[in-house]
């Protein structure tokens, strides 16, 4: 239990649950990587590995865990959100270990082994429209919390700044301490924008050459859950433009390309916005004489097993 933890002896306990979240490996892609120059390596943060399977689970506590420190978040309230699946998931996950309501909104288009968990975890589901993506599922839910104010704690992941401070206090230090500080480039797509946001502004702080990377799909007709295509989406409002040295895009098509790679050559099974990731920050390291370029794995893979990417032509 640390200081600033909200949880006491006296009011509450702990759930040994959020201390599994983190410290998740830094790996080498040595097949996918093969043919890179002598002095550069492709590294992945295995987010996948977190207990609720993502990337997410940090700032899902980070969230949660202000909401309680400030009591924002009462024992009476359900814990409300906008979701493309993983938060939710990850609200839902900590929700149960607390004992505690939630209900989440998310396109009717998400996976449905993404549903299936949060009904697992016990959450209610709020379909909204697919064409309306996540921008649609947050007007349903500030409709909901604006007609029912007491009813609800909403996080808002988009505009909560424990988002990005969840990976500026533990993701970004672990890449930091894992590549014997030795980063050169950090790659991240954008969703709610909180893991390029927080990492890329403490990576910053520790060597300011760092090249940081922001990629999202190149189209706003895409495939990859999670990812926005900002020139066509509300922008977060917690997105800080000025830490991205480049911008990057990712076609649905090649993304599912290194999403199926990635399985198959490196044994990692992960999904399309990790594929999207990886996809790009490989484009980059070719470029390179020399350098440590790392990424995310965003997300297990098993939570698209229905999807087509698996039996579409490589």
């Avoid at 890179?36 to 990337?55: M, Q, R």
């Avoid at 104010?149 to 909403?154: G, L, N």
């Avoid at 230090?173 to 014997?180: A, C, F, K, L, R």
Wanted: glycine share 8%.
């Amino acid at each position: 239990m640390t200081a600033s933890s909200p949880f006491s002896p006296a009011t509450d306990t702990r759930p040994a649950l959020l201390d599994a979240i983190g410290n998740t490996p830094l790996l080498p892609l040595r097949q996918i990587g093969h043919d890179l120059p002598d002095g550069v390596t492709l590294w992945v943060k295995a987010e996948h590995l977190n207990p609720g399977g993502s990337v997410k689970d940090r700032p899902a506590r980070h969230m949660i865990e202000d909401g309680l420190r400030t009591g924002a978040y009462q024992p009476h309230h359900t814990l409300i959100d906008a979701t493309s699946g993983n938060t939710g998931i990850a609200y839902a996950m900590i929700a149960a270990a607390l004992n505690r309501e939630v209900a989440l909104a998310l396109p009717e288009n998400a996976s449905a082994e993404r549903k299936a968990v949060l009904r697992a975890y016990g959450a209610e589901l709020i379909l909204t429209d697919a064409m309306e993506g996540t921008d649609g599922a947050q007007a349903r839910v500030q409709e909901l919390v604006e007609a029912h104010p007491d009813r609800y704690f909403y996080p808002d992941q988009y505009s909560n700044n424990a988002n990005w401070q969840a990976h500026y206090d533990t993701t970004a230090p672990e890449i930091w301490t894992q590549t014997h500080e030795r980063v050169t480039h950090f790659v991240a797509g954008l969703g709610t924008t909180g893991t390029f946001t927080g990492v890329a502004r403490r990576l910053k702080e520790y060597d300011d050459a760092i090249t940081c990377i922001a990629m999202q799909p190149d189209t706003a007709l895409h495939g990859l859950e999670g990812l926005k295509h900002l020139p066509t989406a509300h922008t977060p409002s917690i997105y800080d433009s000025s830490l991205a040295d480049a911008q990057a895009t990712c076609s649905t098509e090649t993304a599912h390309a290194m999403t199926r790679r990635l399985a198959a050559e490196e044994g990692l099974l992960v999904g399309p916005s990790a594929g999207a990731n990886v996809a790009t920050a490989l484009r980059h390291a070719h470029t390179l004489d020399a350098g440590h370029i790392v990424t995310i794995l965003c997300d297990t893979g098993t939570r698209y097993l229905s999807d087509d990417l698996w039996s579409d032509a490589a």
